[in-house]
């Protein structure tokens, strides 16, 4: 069992060069396709803490239905993680998550933190 765990979408350059930059470091992550199965809020939180960001530092805010249902709008950190539980697609993705540690694979070499 895999010591990380990243937030995958494979259609994505930037996921898709995390991920090879991991298993060029002999890593085999556990990957979780967030759009297929989004975490919790709960888990997002704490993946959040990990981070060390909020809910809306993570939002992809080029994304179409960002931009038709919530630019310009305020919500809770609470209900910001409702939102992204029900949109996945507006989760930043990779995100890379060991230990208590995690990384936004943007740009991908961010995951060398975690190595």
């Keep these: 069992m895999s010591d990380y765990t990243i937030f995958h979408n494979p259609r994505c ?3 898709r060069e995390t991920l090879a930059i991991l298993k060029d470091e002999n890593v ?3 990957i979780v396709e967030y759009l297929k199965t989004p975490p919790s ?3 997002l939180e704490t993946i959040l803490a990990k981070l060390n ?3 809306q530092d993570i939002i992809r805010k080029g994304e179409t239905i960002f ?3 919530f630019k310009g ?3 809770t950190d609470e209900e910001w993680l409702t939102i992204l539980v029900e949109n996945p697609k507006l989760i930043e993705r990779p995100i890379v ?3 208590n540690k ?3 694979g943007r740009p991908p070499e961010n995951v060398k933190e975690l190595l």
């Design 13 to 15: 350059k930037k996921s």
């Design 28 to 30: 085999e992550p556990k």
């Design 41 to 43: 809020e709960k888990e």
């Design 53 to 55: 960001l909020g809910p």
């Design 67 to 69: 931009k038709e249902k």
């Design 73 to 75: 709008m305020n919500f």
């Design 97 to 99: 998550v060991k230990g």
């Design 102 to 104: 995690a990384v936004i």
